[in-house]
T-cell receptor, first 114, second 112 residues
Framework: GAGVSQSPSNKVTEKGKDVELRCDPI?????LYWYRQSLGQGLEFLIY????????KSGLPSDRFSAERTGGSVSTLTIQRTQQEDSAVYLC????????????FGSGTRLTVV | AQRVTQPEKLLSVFKGAPVELKCNYS??????LFWYVQYSRQRLQLLLR??SRESIKGFTADLNKGETSFHLKKPFAQEEDSAMYYC??????????????FGKGTLLTVNP
């Protein structure tokens, strides 16, 4: 597609439920990133996929968070047993794996845990 | 470790006044620096990158390696510049990983 697509755009879930967030990157972009945007916290890195390399999971806040990328394209971020502190906007971005190329961001998924 | 610091959470100026959004970074290698902008109800988008040495929407930013800074400047602010601005740093992080580290952002308000 023309841009990075994320779905759903909004998600309200009950505490303790699992949620799945989807990201469809720009065709041809080999790098894919997930970030979390919270008020006053800026953008917090979660996970990074690059081609067939092992993902960089160093930013995942707990083992309730996981992500996968199938076929080098679409990615799914899963949060198990959601907590209220998980409420945030989850942003996906993709880029060419080249120095200085910059990211293209999706419009995000606003997650609210009630 | 790589770190980006934006010391001002909020910045308010009047239309036509000069504006400078500060950004300092910490990185031991040769970094790439970026500014991203998020207008109200829009997605985060790249404003400019230091490697291009470009001016976008009247904004410029110069990488000062001695002061480890990448401040964003515009001589005459416009109301449509009101937005959240993020400074970001990309550095090699294991192999060829070009992970971006963001500052916490500065909310710029340009008053009429």
């Amino acid at each position: 597609g023309a841009g990075v697509s994320q779905s759903p755009s909004n998600k309200v879930t009950e505490k303790g439920k699992d949620v799945e967030l989807r990201c469809d990157p720009i065709s041809g972009h080999t790098a894919l990133y997930w970030y979390r945007q919270s008020l006053g916290q800026g953008l917090e890195f979660l996970i990074y996929f690059q081609g067939n390399s092992a993902p960089d999971k160093s930013g995942l806040p707990s083992d309730r968070f996981s992500a996968e990328r199938t076929g080098g394209s679409v990615s799914t971020l899963t949060i198990q047993r959601t907590q209220q502190e998980d409420s945030a906007v989850y942003l996906c971005a993709s880029s060419l794996a080249a120095r200085g190329s910059g990211y293209t961001f999706g419009s995000g998924t606003r997650l609210t845990v009630v | 470790a790589q770190r980006v610091t934006q010391p001002e959470k909020l910045l308010s100026v009047f239309k036509g006044a000069p504006v400078e959004l500060k950004c300092n970074y910490s990185y031991s290698g040769s970094p790439e620096l970026f500014w991203y902008v998020q207008y109200s109800r829009q997605r985060l988008q790249l404003l400019l990158r230091h490697i291009s040495r470009e001016s976008i929407k009247g904004f410029t930013a110069d990488l000062n390696k001695g002061e480890t800074s990448f401040h964003l400047k515009k001589p005459f602010a416009q109301e449509e510049d009101s937005a959240m601005y993020y400074c970001a740093l990309s550095g090699l992080s294991g192999g060829s990983n070009y992970k971006l580290t963001f500052g916490k952002g500065t909310l710029l308000t340009v008053n009429p």
